[in-house]
């Protein structure tokens, strides 16, 4: 039961959840996060009552029978009570991140012409062939064709399908006899560490990073510096690293890590190797993480 001795205190604590719950609603409305327009205003709906409901409470403390102000919180009660806190809303949010970023990496076909082979007449080639399986209902899925100086880069959705197209070109003795038909070969993974003050020395980020973090302890192996690239902000630069698969699960579940200066957003790439006779030196293909 509800008394008087404690109502005014109550009323104060209901005032300190909504301002907080609506500054949730705000900064969610200027921010993507994965609550829909129309849950936001019935959340603002059930909030605006209780205020206007409280604002009675305190002007009316003293006429309101105890009876009545006991069914009115019983009222309040039937409101929904699983409103997200911001950290509730946060943690959804990168995880509805990081299921999008996790879906399959593409697979990569290399058909790189032999030496004296002609490499419009090859890229013709593959093309008709292509057709040809089409107009004979193979259904294999391909997500890009790029030519290239020295013949063509196919981008497929899955192993499956690209174990499916090496075959088919494979028996093609017009395409087998005079090109390397085969399946690009993936480095380790690689990620970016974004807006690293340029005093941190970035040639021992490997041994800073392992200091700085507790979970890269003794990983300093596992760490390679590629490169470094120039950003908008003159103090910063964004570095490139190679890692193991170890170290990359490690820093994807971080989401961030800490420099000897300050902490770093973390971005995450691929790299395909390509054979220089393909005409492309490196395929970078860009993903944000969430990481």
């Known amino acids: 039961m509800v008394t008087m001795d404690t109502l005014d205190d109550l009323v104060n604590k209901i005032d300190e959840q909504l301002k907080a719950a609506l500054n949730i ?14 849950e936001f205003k019935t959340v603002e709906m059930i909030f605006e009552q209780i205020t206007t409901f409280s604002t009675i409470i305190k002007e009316n403390a003293n006429l309101i029978s105890m009876d009545n102000l006991n069914k009115k919180f019983e009222e309040v009660k039937t409101f929904p009570q699983s409103t997200p806190s911001f950290a509730d809303i946060v943690k959804l949010e990168q995880k509805v991140i990081s ?23 090859l890229q013709q080639q593959v093309h008709g062939h292509i057709r040809a399986m089409r107009s004979n209902k ?6 890009k064709i790029i030519k290239s100086r020295n013949g063509i880069i196919i981008k497929t959705p899955s192993t499956n399908d690209l174990d499916i197209l090496i075959a088919e070109f494979q028996k093609q003795d017009i395409i087998n006899n005079n090109a390397k038909i085969y399946q690009a070969k993936a480095f380790d993974p690689t990620i970016v560490l974004k807006k690293v003050d340029k005093m941190t020395d970035h040639d021992n980020i490997s041994q800073i990073l392992c200091e700085m973090n ?55 790439r691929v ?21």
């Open 25 to 38: 609603i705000s900064s969610g409305k200027s921010l993507k996060r994965p609550i829909n327009n129309n």
């Open 99 to 121: 299921n999008k970023s996790s879906g399959p990496v593409e697979k990569t076909l290399i058909i790189s012409a032999k030496e004296n082979t002609n490499i419009l007449d």
């Open 138 to 143: 193979n259904k294999t899925k391909i997500n």
């Open 214 to 268: 507790p979970e890269l302890e003794g990983c300093q192996d596992d760490i390679k510096l590629l490169f470094n690239i120039k950003t908008t902000t003159v103090p910063h630069h964004d570095l490139v690293l190679r890692v193991s698969p170890k170290v990359y699960n490690i820093i994807k579940k971080l989401n961030h890590v800490h420099t000897d200066l300050e902490v770093v957003q973390i971005r995450d």
């Open 271 to 291: 790299l395909v190797r390509v054979s220089k006779s393909s005409g492309v030196q490196n395929l970078w293909k860009h993903r944000p993480s969430s990481m």
